[in-house]
C-alpha cells in the first residue's frame, strides 16, 4: 500500500490524545472539537443567565451583536468601508483561485 501522505489538518478536532497526538476527527457541526473532545451536543456551559459568569447582561453575545449593529446603523459609512473590503477580499481570492 502506497505511504499515505500527511494529511491536512485544516479544520480537523486538534485535541490532544492520551497517545500524544493531535485528533484527526471533524468537530461537531458548529463546535470547533469532535464529540469525544467537548463538541458533543448539550456540552459546555449553559448560554446567558444561567452561565456561571453571567452578571448584568451587558457582554452577552446577544447584546453586543445588537450593540454592533446599532453602531453600524449609526455610523453607515463604516459598514459601506467593510463591504469593499469584503469585496476586495474576495476579488484577491478568485485570482489566487485562478492559478
Ligand atoms: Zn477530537
Same mark, same amino acid.
Given at each position: ?7 491536512? #489538518?485544516?479544520? %480537523?478536532? #486538534? ?6 497526538? #493531535? ?7 458548529? %463546535? =470547533? ?16 443567565? %444561567?452561565?456561571?459568569?453571567? =452578571? ?7 447584546t %453586543?451583536e445588537r450593540q ?25 481570492? #478568485? =485570482?489566487?483561485?485562478?492559478?
Amino acid at each position: 500500500m502506497e505511504q499515505s501522505e500527511a494529511p491536512d #489538518l485544516t479544520g %480537523r478536532c #486538534l485535541a490532544r490524545t492520551r497517545r500524544g497526538t #493531535l485528533c484527526l476527527r471533524w468537530p461537531s457541526k458548529g %463546535r =470547533k472539537r469532535c464529540r469525544l473532545h467537548g463538541g458533543a451536543p448539550g456540552s459546555g456551559a449553559p448560554r446567558g443567565e %444561567r452561565h456561571g459568569r453571567y =452578571k448584568n447582561g451587558l457582554w452577552t453575545i446577544e447584546t %453586543r451583536e445588537r450593540q454592533r449593529q446599532e453602531y453600524l446603523a449609526a455610523n453607515p459609512w463604516i459598514g459601506a468601508l467593510r463591504t469593499i473590503q469584503e469585496l476586495l477580499a474576495y476579488a484577491d481570492e #478568485l =485570482k489566487s483561485n485562478e492559478r
